[in-house]
């Protein structure tokens, strides 16, 4: 059981790395990979919509708030091992490569190469982009001065 | 008797040819990009997406390029374009408390966790034209140690004394105006899918009518936030909810007086605004407008324009409304021919009687 959490959650974080990385930024890690397997489609890769949902006030009941394109694509590995991708936008390419991904690195064989090779260099890009911005956010944090005159 | 007129098939694509080069430009100056327009006009491109109801900054800089710039045209492009696409799911409500901000502020409490984060604001300039902006790129923006700590919001910290009125906690499954009519009475999801859609100039003016006297409000900014949310999806595909990447959001929670009634004791209620995009004004008026629609559940008369749900819902949309006014210039021979007749009838009576 806790094997499984542990599984799912390591497979969580690289599906959220793979899906803010771009089709050229993965094809750049994967040029340092060892090859993937090859693979053949099982669906897609396809664009689509997925509604999005806020709740009011923030907290309160859900509500549609609009809609999002998204990419998907699921993948069956040479053996077998099956894997899906779906992220926002609308890159075919990347949905295919994270869904191949996504199937190897659950391959105990693979995977410490693909996470050393792919995944961490991609979440360290992505975390560098992130604290830049949340350092231009932080340099913007209003120091308030109260003048008080004493008599 | 219904007569078929034909013709203009060579005017029209002479038109549309004229309408391509026009769109193009002067030749000698390049082409602009739509990485361009998502990237440099990006509040432009923000309120196309929201209007639109379709957040992908790529397709409303593509929209807003074949528009010539105009938003509503742009929306209405990227309607049409969602109607191509097949729809995967739904996404779980975001977590807007957990969204990754460039911008915070609170109009009522100075000090609050978090800290007040002013980000590319466009507040406190002077608003003069820079006439020299052209010229050169800016430095790199100042950059400060960031500091983890959460940012919880107002509403909460109100809340938590009992002096703000709580959301119900529901996780009801909501209308979906892209599916079904609107409903009226409209249940607050609906309303708010509705003005999340809606046209800024339209919320824009009916806020302030509130804030003027039409529809008795005294609303506070208790916070604005401006940033960007991980979009979460259960599908059966994965054994968890995968989360698909980042939106940019703007949402603004309004604060308001009220009174208290037989069943409530007077307590602070609030008004919501969520948008696509980083377009605050857009949120701000959402918050107003949607306050506004509340006047049943708090008691209060619907006296003012904003309170009437069935007005305010049903002419929200820039993308109806225009379709609606616009066509009006297409032609109208046969009916105005039966206009004219009968005007011509009714004078021909009046002066035969006189």
Redesign the interface.
């Known amino acids: 059981m806790t094997d499984q959490t542990a599984e799912?959650a390591a497979?969580?974080a690289w599906?959220?790395v793979l899906?803010?990385a771009s089709a050229e930024e993965i094809e750049a890690r994967l040029a340092e990979a060892p090859p993937l397997p090859p693979h053949s489609l099982l669906r897609g890769p396809?664009?689509?919509?997925?509604?999005?949902?806020?709740?009011?006030?923030?907290?309160?009941?859900?509500?549609?708030?609009?809609?999002?394109?998204?990419a998907?694509c699921?993948v069956v590995l040479e053996g077998g091992a099956v894997g899906?991708a779906?992220?926002?936008?609308?890159d075919r390419r990347a949905a295919e490569l994270s869904a191949v991904l996504d199937a190897a690195l659950q391959d105990p064989r693979l995977r410490p190469a693909l996470e050393a090779a792919v995944i961490a260099p991609l979440a360290e890009a992505q975390a560098a982009r992130?604290?830049?911005?949340?350092?231009?956010?932080?340099?913007?944090?209003?120091e308030?001065l109260s003048m008080v005159q004493i008599r | 008797m219904y007569v078929a007129v034909k013709g203009g098939e060579r005017a029209i694509a002479n038109a549309h040819a004229w309408l391509e080069e026009a769109r193009r430009g002067d030749p000698a100056l390049p082409r602009i990009a739509p990485e361009q327009i998502a990237g440099q006009l990006t509040l432009a491109v923000d309120r196309v997406m929201a209007e639109g109801s379709c957040c992908d900054r790529e397709l409303a800089a593509i929209a807003i390029a074949q528009a010539r710039g105009d938003l509503i045209e742009a929306a209405f492009l990227l309607r049409a374009y969602r109607t191509t696409l097949p729809r995967f799911g739904y996404s779980r409500p975001l977590e807007t408390a957990a969204m990754r901000l460039i911008r915070r502020v609170s109009a009522t409490y100075k000090d609050l966790p978090g800290g007040q984060i002013l980000g590319p604001t466009f507040d406190y300039t002077h608003r003069l034209l820079d006439l020299a902006a052209a010229a050169g790129d800016p430095p790199p923006a100042p950059r400060a140690p960031a500091d983890p700590a959460a940012a919880p919001r107002v509403t909460e910290l109100l809340a938590r004394e009992g002096l703000m009125a709580r959301e119900e906690a529901s996780d009801a499954e909501p209308p979906d105006l892209t599916r079904q009519p609107l409903p009226i009475p409209a249940p607050r999801p609906a309303r708010l899918q509705n003005l999340a859609r809606g046209d800024e100039g339209f919320l824009l003016a009916l806020g302030y009518s509130t804030q003027r006297g039409y529809g008795n409000s005294h609303p506070f900014v208790g916070e604005l936030r401006i940033g960007w949310a991980s979009v979460e999806v259960e599908t059966p595909e994965f054994p968890f909810p995968v989360d698909i990447g980042e939106i940019p959001l703007a949402e603004c929670q309004m604060v308001n007086q009220f009174h208290g009634s037989a069943g409530a004791p007077p307590q602070f209620t609030r008004g919501y605004g969520l948008s696509f995009g980083h377009g605050e004004r857009r949120a701000m008026a959402m918050a107003l407008v949607d306050r506004a629609l509340r006047a049943d559940e708090y008691g209060e008369e619907r006296a003012a324009p904003a309170q009437q749900e069935e007005f305010v819902l049903l002419h929200s949309d820039n993308v109806e409304a225009t379709g609606f006014v616009e066509h009006l210039k297409l032609p109208h021979y046969v009916d105005f021919q039966s206009e004219l007749e009968n005007l011509r009838a009714i004078r021909a009576l009046k002066e035969a009687a006189e």
């Open positions: 799912n497979r969580k599906l959220a899906a803010r396809e664009i689509g919509l997925v509604m999005v949902r806020g709740r009011a006030g923030g907290d309160g009941a859900p509500f549609n708030l609009g809609e999002m394109t998204v998907r699921s899906h779906l992220r926002a936008g609308r992130r604290a830049a911005e949340a350092e231009r956010a932080a340099a913007t944090r209003v308030f």
